[in-house]
């Protein structure tokens, strides 16, 4: 009988030594995809508290014009004059962005394992039982957050699809001239399609964060009968909190709330 | 009371061999008893094929009781078909009903290549097993039985994760390809006995990077834990990244002081 054909088999010792190539520390850790889910993880908790203190920060907009604005103001002037206007923020942005990076790089290189993983799919139809939409559709969920995240920095950052970007106003009771933020975020979402793909993405977002939050516990080894039975409700809580805080931005402004 | 089913139509998978091309064949089994177990059906469509004259199809299978880890299948879609914690042996006929159709199909995954037909060699297993899975044990006279005390819950524990019998429904049901769930188990195994302290760390290590040379990652799906004849929680899969983090800093450590 034909020797069957094996996947690359390494020698038959019971006590196979396994020889790795020396890294540096954090490299090593990262060429494993145990350590890829780490980064996946920590940077996905970065961003977590990214988006909630962006939504929470947000809300000023509820209080007025002058609020919104000052707020944005005291984040454009943080620590000054420690430090020279801007650099902060700055700073906070470079984090984020190579958090982003982090995130991204770790996903690609995991779907691509996984892809080789499998090269050949199942010829008849899956009968999933536990995995739901959200977990099945995170490699979506996320280019489209992603593309909105592009989107909404051209928007309300830098203004390239925004006029009121970077117009100026002065505040009753204040000295200084301040950007006018809440003017910039009026006109947005006064354009229909802006304010309804605004909405499409942060549901998307809340999708992606419902199996996010509850996959960190797992893959940062966060196991423990103590609060394993609330991961989930803290995810679906996290993500409920974020979607809710930031849909009704501009819903508000389409009702005439804000404006 | 057995009952007898009628007008069962197999898709079954049929591949020549490792590169062959493979694709679905359909066999009808006219009437079968819901008292016999999934392997028995085909055991009785094999000795249907073999009196036609034609080529039984190769599957694994080997104690039949659901504690070996032989039998595999993927049946409509579901590792070892639609019971819960039942390996495809201990799988029944009235689990199904009559004139249904049911697909058969091989394990997936470039770490199990299909040998033939349904069956695929999981040797990936034993590279994972080899690279750590066991304790060093000095020889010598037997110890006595119990002379190490360990709680019932740790011992409990540990055997809900040594009830892992290495069928690879886990792999097979991971949208991913990944043996998280496997390699888990037999570390959580070993881990949290005392017998398994000494080797730990570098235990993990090894194990983890060895699977991740020939299987896929884990995007927490949890369709693992609901494929496994032996439900074993995904909870392991946590404690081994747990431990995975601590190897990687204490070997660090102690490499450092060389």
């Known amino acids: 009988m034909a020797q069957a054909v094996t996947s690359q088999r390494g020698p038959v010792t019971g006590t196979a030594t396994h020889k790795r190539k020396k890294r540096p520390f954090l490299l090593d850790l990262y060429s494993t995809a145990v350590g890829k889910k780490y980064v996946m993880g920590i940077t996905g908790i970065a961003m977590m508290g990214f988006v909630l203190f962006h939504m929470i920060g947000n809300l000023k907009m509820y209080m007025g014009a002058a609020d919104l604005d000052h707020y944005a103001h005291f984040l454009q002037t943080l620590l000054y004059p420690l430090a020279p206007k801007g650099w902060v923020l700055w700073i906070l942005r470079g984090g984020l962005i190579s958090m982003l990076f982090l995130h991204l790089h770790a996903a690609w290189s995991l779907t691509r394992l996984n892809r080789h993983a499998r090269p050949v799919k199942y010829q008849s139809k899956r009968d999933y039982q536990i995995a739901n939409f959200a977990s099945r559709t995170m490699r979506w969920s996320g280019i489209i957050v992603l593309a909105f995240l592009v989107w909404h920095l051209l928007d309300l950052t830098f203004g390239v699809v925004n006029s009121h970007v970077g117009e100026m106003i002065t505040h009753s009771g204040d000295e200084e001239s301040v950007k006018s933020v809440y003017a910039s975020v009026v006109h947005s979402f006064d354009r229909t399609p802006v304010a309804l793909f605004y909405v499409v993405a942060n549901i998307l977002l809340g999708i992606h964060l419902f199996h996010g939050t509850w996959s960190i516990f797992q893959s940062l080894g966060w196991n423990n009968p103590r609060f394993n039975t609330w991961r989930r409700g803290f995810a679906t809580g996290f993500a409920a909190i974020v979607v809710l805080g930031n849909v009704s931005f501009p819903i508000a402004v389409m009702a005439g709330i804000v404006g | ?85 039942t390996a495809t042996c201990q799988l029944h006929m009235r689990q199904f009903k009559s004139n249904d159709t049911i697909t058969i199909e091989p394990w997936r995954a470039s770490a199990f290549p299909i040998i033939k037909d349904l069956m695929v060699d999981r040797s990936a297993f034993d590279r994972i097993i080899e690279s750590g899975g066991y304790i060093t044990a000095d020889t010598g006279g037997a110890p006595d039985a119990n002379l190490i005390p360990i709680s019932k819950i740790v011992a409990d524990a540990a055997m809900d994760s040594a009830a892992c019998i290495g069928c690879g429904a886990c792999v097979a049901a991971c949208p991913n390809g990944a043996a998280n769930l496997f390699t888990g188990a037999k570390i959580a195994h070993l881990s949290r006995l005392p017998q398994g302290q000494a080797e730990r760390y570098s235990r993990v290590e090894a194990m983890v990077e060895t699977m991740d040379e020939r299987f896929g990652s884990c995007t927490n799906h949890g369709e693992c834990e609901a494929a496994c004849p032996k439900e074993i929680s995904i909870d392991v899969i946590a404690l081994m990244n747990k431990d995975f983090r601590k190897a990687k800093f204490s070997n660090r450590k102690d490499l450092a002081r060389k």
């Open chain 2, 1 to 85: 009371m057995s009952n007898h089913l009628k007008n069962i139509t197999l898709r079954i998978w049929r591949q020549a061999g490792p590169a062959a091309k493979g694709n679905f064949e359909t066999h009808v089994v006219d009437e079968i008893t819901d008292e016999a177990s999934f392997l028995e059906m085909l055991d009785i469509l094999n000795d249907k094929l073999v009196t036609e004259g034609k080529e039984a199809v190769v599957f694994d299978h080997d104690c039949r009781e659901g504690i070996c880890g032989t039998c595999s299948l993927m049946i409509d879609g579901q590792a070892h078909g639609p019971q819960r914690g």
